[in-house]
Nanobody
Framework: EVQLQASGGGLVQPGGSLRLSCAASGFTISDYSIAWFRQAPGKEREGVGCISNSDRSTYYADSVKGRFTISSDNAKNTVYLQMINLKPEDTAVYYC????????????????????????WGQGTQVTVSS
């Protein structure tokens, strides 16, 4: 059974940093593409970025490019979302998702940025950016 466990959220001041973890069980992360999504109150869930199972290429939403970085540790079977220079508008519940399919630059921007493309989800972790 595919299971994902997101953690690492918390309260951080604007300009601060935070690292989220997505621990996987029941499958090997190198076989799956893993994505991060977020959902703010009253808003739709939006794609933040993903790491592809093919060559571990990463793709990001324009709103987080240059500030967020996705990486993976195969030994720990965990994917990370490093966030720097956080802004109040980054406040949301963050989720990780998985699908055993390659993501390319084209597919990220055309379909994989949407939540309905992904098969398996973890529970969310709250990130609050506030002074």
């Amino acid at each position: 059974e595919v299971q994902l466990q997101a953690s690492g959220g918390g309260l951080v001041q604007p300009g601060g940093s935070l690292r989220l973890s997505c621990a996987a069980s029941g499958f090997t992360i190198s076989d799956y593409s893993i994505a991060w999504f977020r959902q703010a109150p009253g808003k739709e869930r939006e794609g933040v970025g993903c790491i592809s199972n093919s060559d571990r290429s990463t793709y990001y939403a324009d709103s987080v490019k240059g500030r967020f970085t996705i990486s993976s540790d195969n030994a720990k079977n965990t994917v990370y979302l490093q966030m720097i220079n956080l802004k109040p508008e980054d406040t949301a519940v963050y989720y990780c998702a998985a699908r055993r399919r390659e993501v390319s630059n084209n597919s990220w921007y055309h379909k994989a940025f949407r939540p309905d493309w992904w098969n398996d989800w973890g529970q969310g972790t709250q990130v609050t950016v506030s002074s």
